[in-house]
């Protein structure tokens, strides 16, 4: 049963423009919520997260929203550049199980120029 | 710097054989995790351990074994028993207590078996 999914493989979008990565989970009990990005042949590095007691956070070009009554989180890139093509993995946690991660399957992004 | 790091980048088995990952961190972290990538999937828990002389099976233990005598080191083993090897391995670190689950990542180790 996948706790934490990520419909979309894989997602286009023409620099400049605004990238949407979104993230859907299942378990109510998750209360905090992390965006990943990762390179080939490379280990994931932190990018962004949310707990459940906000619905909007916002670092630089990054912002994550959350929707807790749809069980729904999104990533939006604005404005889309080159060097964010990458993947986007999206993980939950919850306090009991001793915040350990539960993964999506990941997004890869694709910036067009 | 601190950081985590495993080693080697690129590892090569041969079947039947038995290889070791290595994960050093100087983080002061007491959570350590090894996932396994594979392609179109997310990041798989393999086994974790929140304090030394100490772990847990993850989702994906069969064929895998692990020791944490130091906080610093979280050894990964690849037995001959994992029947299908050949992944991207990354090694994890994080601080609960501090009341952050970011999670820090080595840069990977890419095994394949020959």
């Known amino acids: 049963d996948q706790q934490v999914k990520q419909n979309s493989p894989s997602l286009s979008v023409q620099e400049g423009r605004i990238s949407i990565l979104n993230c859907d989970y299942t378990n109510s009990m998750f209360d905090y919520f992390l965006w990943y990005k990762k390179y080939p042949a490379e280990g994931p590095t932190f990018l962004i997260s949310i707990s459940s007691i906000k619905d909007k956070n916002e670092d630089g070009r990054f912002t994550v929203f959350l929707n807790k009554s749809a069980k729904h989180l999104s990533l939006h890139i604005v404005p889309s550049q080159p060097g964010d093509s990458a993947v986007y993995f999206c993980?939950?946690?919850?306090?009991?199980?001793?915040?350990?991660?539960?993964w999506g399957a990941g997004t890869k992004l694709i910036i067009k120029p | 710097d601190g950081g985590i790091t495993q080693s080697p980048k690129y590892l090569f088995r041969k079947e039947g054989q038995n290889v070791t990952l290595s994960c050093e961190q100087n983080l002061n972290h007491d959570a350590m995790y090894w996932y396994r990538q594979d392609p179109g999937q997310g990041l798989r828990l393999i086994y974790y351990s929140q304090i030394v002389n100490d772990f847990q099976k993850g989702d994906i233990a069969e064929g895998y074994s692990v020791s944490r005598e130091k906080k610093e080191s979280f050894p990964l083993t690849v037995t001959s028993a994992q029947k299908n090897p050949t992944a991207f391995y990354l090694c994890?670190?994080?601080?609960?207590?501090?009341?952050?689950?970011?999670?820090?990542f080595g840069q990977g180790t890419r095994l394949t078996v020959v």
């Open positions: 993980a939950a946690s919850f306090m009991d199980s001793n915040y350990q991660l539960i």
């Open positions: 994890a670190s994080s601080h609960p207590e501090q009341g952050s689950t970011e999670a820090f």
